[in-house]
């Protein structure tokens, strides 16, 4: 597709439940990023993919976070027990070749831990 | 980590004045790149102005880089109502993973 798809829109879990986010990227970008905005409009990086090889984890917290991009499938991030402050709305972006175009992001999901 | 720092944080301006923005950054960079985002919305891309370049311009848009200084600025023209949003600057660090660092944001109010 043309746009970056996001699913949820929304998801609410309690406390310690799994919450697993899927994105699908723009067809012919092989890289793909997640990102988590917090309330504070602040952006963190989380992990990065080239095809369906990580790229760059340094971001992510990985006792409970992990990601995955699998062939022929949306790539996942997946939260397992989580915690009040993962709240926050987690981005997906796509791109050709990083270095020289921009990354296009998808409309997010919004995670809302209770 | 922020490597971004816009300013200001918040503008308040008139439909028909122009709006500026700036940005600086801490490390050699690639590219810098500005987004747009409506409440509650995704990042629209804008502009993005690699290291070799000093000026950009995008129909109401023109971006400056200095390197030198490490810093860039967005001026949006002729601002309109719908240009209300808050905008980031985000930085494509040489040498290393293509992620971005962003900047905490400019929120713009353009007041009918």
């Known amino acids: 597709g043309e746009e970056v798809a996001q699913t949820p829109k929304h998801l609410v879990r309690g406390e310690g439940q799994k919450a697993k986010l899927y994105c699908a990227p723009i067809k012919g970008h092989s890289y793909v990023f997640w990102y988590q905005q917090v309330l504070k409009n602040e952006f963190k990086f989380l992990i990065s993919f080239q095809n369906e090889n990580v790229f760059d984890e340094t971001g992510m917290p990985k006792e409970r976070f992990s990601a995955k991009c699998l062939p022929n499938s949306p790539c996942s991030l997946e939260i397992q027990a989580t915690k009040l402050e993962d709240s926050a709305v987690y981005f997906c972006a796509s791109s050709q070749v990083p270095g020289v175009y921009e990354q296009y992001f998808g409309p997010g999901t919004r995670l809302t831990v209770t | 980590s922020q490597q971004g720092e816009e300013d200001p944080q918040a503008l308040s301006i008139q439909e028909g004045e122009n709006a500026t923005m700036n940005c600086s950054y801490k490390t050699s960079i690639n590219n810098l790149q500005w987004y747009r985002q409506n409440s509650g919305r995704g990042l629209v891309h804008l502009i993005l102005?690699?290291?070799?370049?000093r000026e950009k311009h995008s129909g109401r848009l023109r971006v400056t880089l200095d390197t030198s200084k490490k810093s860039s600025s967005l001026l949006i023209t002729a601002s309109r109502a719908a240009d209300t949003a808050s905008y980031f600057c985000?930085?494509?660090?040489?040498?290393?993973?293509?992620?971005?660092?962003f900047g905490k944001g400019t929120k713009l109010t353009v007041n009918p």
């Open positions: 985000a930085t494509l660090v040489r040498g290393g993973s293509e992620k971005l660092v």
């Open positions: 102005i690699r290291s070799n370049e």
